[in-house]
């Protein structure tokens, strides 16, 4: 074993921290290639730039670091040579194209920026103006590149055991004199790889060094140790103009991490759109991206923006973009591609987007590739910064502080100069419990515990605590069919009950049980239809009579009066149970 791999054999033995790894790693893999330049017919005409090392497992990022050749000629370089985040000079760059590459060939591919092209290593040497891979490389990774005076690179994957790959390292250089010619990247790469394949483990398994928890905002108000990383990844995100994609489960907090990093980016002065796919018919998704004009379809009777060009200049967030049906992603992919659009019954040129795209999904958008519900293409043209949110059951430290800002931001929204507190065994309680809907699910349950303290207290309050009791309450109803989850929520009506009638000071003239049973026939119709719903309550025998939609009517008539009664709109479900559409 040569001097160098020894060195870098017991560097990356020693490093304790992933950073420490990919320090020991770039800075060998940088001198040899310099090396290999100095050999080579370029020498003296070109130079290297820098080394960079993408950590992505499971297509999502999790860490990404460089080293401009530059900090090869202090004495030691340390990690804080390492460009880590955001920063006057961002030379933290990711590459979709490279990425596919890699992936797809399983092995080192160089790029040749000028001229728009991508080889890879192994099998034999193409031209390098083979249409499939001139078609690979788009011309925004090109222009990107060229802006960094980046002309060749070598894009390497990381292995581990086992053939997956975990990430990639790329290295750039400048060599206008090698524009269109074979570079050093080939003959030199097997020394290269070697490196790369001896660090891939350590890479892949070490921890990040420890980070300081960024600071919080209004669009980020809490971030608790395990989100860190993923924060310093998204604060680089943020500030280019690639397309994000934040994975992760319902209600983890995509949509806000969305919001915060156009907050974070150039475009900060312009609208931020979101187009929520769950909301939109798949009829309609097209229109509501790209607009209409006058005269398109029967309906049409004005022009209409799309989300596209309402944030023109600006960030449209498309939420659940695996509901975006095959002819909608086709257009999508046009305008990823081209940056152009047309609106619907537009016979005129089209439309220049100057959009950053950030989308969401909850879906396995691989596992839709392979069903052929989701397009190949527009799959890799997304999947250019990807970011998994994880379940806030892996960010445990996270529920306190997140209960505690949702607490004061609910109380203050009642009282601007109220004081709110969580006493610590609630807080405790809530950090025990399992939050499969995350913080959508947390934010319901501070909101009933404070209704359930509110009512408690007679009304609105100046101060008030939540305290354990009502946070165990509160998490009662999500078990729905618990006992104890009726029990307490008969006995908090019973509690508005009796409030409503002293607010009055007049008797309250209604029968509340009768009440009652309108509330429970509306909801079980709700959820199982009309017949079954008669039979759930124990009347099937008006079912076999016919007379339960007689039945129906007169319970749902005295559940009506009571909300009349206490002058309350009748709730959506009593109206729905009667009209025509409830089987
Ligand atoms: N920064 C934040 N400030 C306040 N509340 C937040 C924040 N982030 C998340 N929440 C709470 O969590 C809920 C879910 O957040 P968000 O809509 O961002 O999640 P999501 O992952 O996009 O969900 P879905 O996949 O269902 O669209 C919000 O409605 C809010 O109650």
Request: aromatic share 6%; charged share 25%.
């Amino acid at each position: 074993m040569s001097e160098e791999l020894q060195a870098l054999a017991s560097a990356l033995h020693a490093a304790r921290h992933f950073e420490q790894a990919a320090l020991a790693t770039l800075h060998p893999l940088l001198r040899m290639a310099e090396q290999a330049l100095q050999a080579s017919r370029f020498a003296g005409k070109g130079r290297l730039l820098r080394g960079m090392v993408h950590l992505r497992p499971a297509e999502s990022y999790r860490r990404l670091v460089a080293l401009e050749r530059e900090a090869l000629d202090t004495p030691a370089p340390s990690e804080d040579s390492l460009l880590l985040a955001d920063g006057p000079r961002v030379s933290l760059l990711a590459s979709a194209s490279a990425w596919r590459a890699v992936v797809e060939h399983g092995c080192a591919v160089s790029i040749d920026v000028g001229q728009g092209t991508l080889q890879p290593h192994e099998g034999p040497a193409r031209s390098l103006s083979a249409p499939s891979l001139v078609t690979a490389f788009t011309q925004e990774s090109q222009q990107r590149l060229l802006s960094r005076e980046a002309t060749h690179v070598c894009v390497f994957p990381l292995r581990v055991p086992g053939e997956r790959i975990d990430g990639m390292i790329a290295l750039e250089a400048s060599c206008m004199a090698a524009l269109g010619q074979e570079f050093i990247w080939r003959e030199a790469s097997p020394r290269l790889q070697l490196i790369v394949d001896m660090a891939a483990p350590y890479l892949s398994a070490l921890p990040p060094r420890p980070v300081k928890l960024p600071e919080t905002d209004e669009f980020l108000p809490v971030v608790g140790s395990s989100m860190a990383n993923l924060v310093g990844v998204l604060r680089i995100f943020a500030q280019q103009d690639e397309t994000i994609l934040v994975s992760g489960p319902t209600g983890a907090g995509k949509s806000r991490l969305a919001r915060w990093c156009h907050e974070r980016s150039a475009r900060r002065q312009r609208r931020f759109e979101s187009l929520d796919l769950m909301t939109v018919p798949e009829e309609l998704q097209m229109s509501e991206l790209f607009g209409w004009r006058k005269g398109a379809f029967s309906g049409a009777v004005k022009d209409n923006p799309g989300c596209l060009a309402r944030a023109e200049g600006g960030t449209l967030f498309i939420d659940e973009i695996d509901k975006l049906s095959l002819k909608a992603q086709a257009g999508l992919l046009h305008v990823l591609e081209d940056r152009t659009y047309r609106a619907l019954g537009d016979a005129g040129s089209e439309q220049r987007a100057n959009v950053r795209f950030i989308v969401g999904t909850n879906a396995d958008l691989l596992d839709a590739v392979r069903r052929g519900t989701f397009r190949e293409d527009l799959y890799y043209r997304i999947n250019v910064l990807p970011v998994r949110v994880p379940p806030l059951d892996e960010r445990r430290d996270e529920v306190g502080p997140w209960a505690r800002y949702m607490l004061a931001r609910h109380h203050r929204e009642k009282n601007p100069a109220g004081v709110a507190r969580l006493a610590s065994e609630a807080e405790q309680r809530l950090e025990q419990s399992p939050w499969p809907g995350n913080l959508r699910q947390l934010d319901n349950i501070i909101r009933r515990a404070y209704t359930l303290a509110m009512v408690e207290l007679g009304g609105a309050s100046q101060e008030l605590e939540l305290r354990e009791a009502h946070i165990r309450q509160a998490l009662a109803y999500e078990g729905g069919a618990q006992s104890s989850a009726l029990v307490d929520a008969l006995s908090l009506a019973a509690r508005a009950f009796v409030l409503e009638a002293q607010r009055r000071q007049a008797p309250l003239d209604i029968d509340l049980a009768e009440s009652f049973r309108g509330f429970v026939l509306a909801e079980a119709v709700q959820q199982v239809g009309r017949e079954e719903a008669f039979k759930l309550v124990g009347r099937e025998s008006l079912v076999r009579s016919r007379n339960h939609l007689k039945a129906l009517r007169q319970e749902l008539k005295k559940a009506e009066a009571l909300c009349a009664e206490v002058k309350q709109p009748v709730p959506a479900s009593l109206s729905k149970a009667g009209s025509d559409e409830a089987s």
